[in-house]
């Protein structure tokens, strides 16, 4: 069965230090990764996908993924993070030509520290 | 150029009561969603639409409706609630494949007592 799996419920850092959020993934096919960002009382929005081509995919607000197909992973860095960093993340893929549908991962809340 | 917007904001039923969530989106989207947040549990796909007339089910369809009758509205309907709907539900829309981004709604808080 498809499915993507977020390990860490929360993810703590301090505001300056690398952050990481955690995505791995399980699908038949080649699949599309997405990241998304929903912050208090809003709609997801998303950050960044990769679809083929280089591993490393920038997207908005100075985050990056990186695909790693050996080890079916697709984590969210950022270099430097803020306090207006801090929301909740989800991880989701879409397998190419067999659904229209996302699969969701249950989310990582972010939480930066002044 | 509104994107996707969804009312009520804040919605509170009876048991047994049935109502209407609405979408609609202003981007000439062929596809639309459905889905359910629950805490700690991710979105779950409810419905969705791949373009008007065209619906099929998701992962936890029981319980809901939906129509498309045109490309910019989806109306989720509940028909008999229930508390385990008790959530928030998000509309969302996207161009199909590959650009495929998904571009969401605010959300309605439902609550059933």
């Known amino acids: 069965a498809q499915s993507v799996a977020q390990p860490e419920d929360q993810v703590n850092v301090a505001e300056g230090n690398p952050l990481t959020v955690k995505c791995t993934y399980s699908?038949?096919?080649?699949?599309?990764l997405f990241w998304y960002v929903q912050y208090p009382n809003r709609g997801l929005q998303f950050l960044l996908k990769?679809?083929?081509?280089?591993?490393l995919v920038k997207g908005s607000y100075g985050f990056e993924a990186e695909f790693n197909k050996s080890q079916t992973s697709f984590h969210l860095k950022k270099p430097s993070a803020l306090v207006s960093d801090s929301a909740l993340y989800f991880c989701?893929?879409?397998?190419?030509?067999?659904?229209?549908?996302?699969?969701f991962g249950t989310g990582t809340r972010l939480q930066v520290f002044p | 150029n509104a994107g996707v917007t969804q009312t009520p904001k804040f919605r509170i039923l009876k048991i047994g009561q049935s109502m209407t969530l609405q979408c609609t989106q202003d981007?000439?989207?062929?596809?639309m969603y459905w889905y359910r947040q629950d805490p700690g549990m991710g979105l779950k796909l409810i419905y969705y639409?791949?373009?008007?007339?065209?619906?099929d089910k998701g992962e936890v369809p029981n319980g809901y409706n939906v129509s498309r009758s045109t490309t910019e509205d989806f109306p989720l309907r509940l028909e008999l609630a229930a508390p385990s709907q008790t959530s928030v539900y998000f509309c969302?829309?996207?161009?199909?494949?590959?650009?495929?981004?998904?571009?969401f709604g605010p959300g309605t808080r439902l609550t059933v007592l």
């Open positions: 639409s791949v373009g008007a007339g065209i619906t």
């Open positions: 990769y679809i083929t081509g280089d591993n």
């Open positions: 989701a893929v879409r397998v190419l030509y067999n659904t229209d549908k996302l699969i």
């Open positions: 981007m000439n989207h062929n596809y």
């Open positions: 969302a829309s996207s161009p199909p494949f590959p650009t495929d981004t998904q571009y």
């Open positions: 699908v038949s096919g080649n699949p599309y």
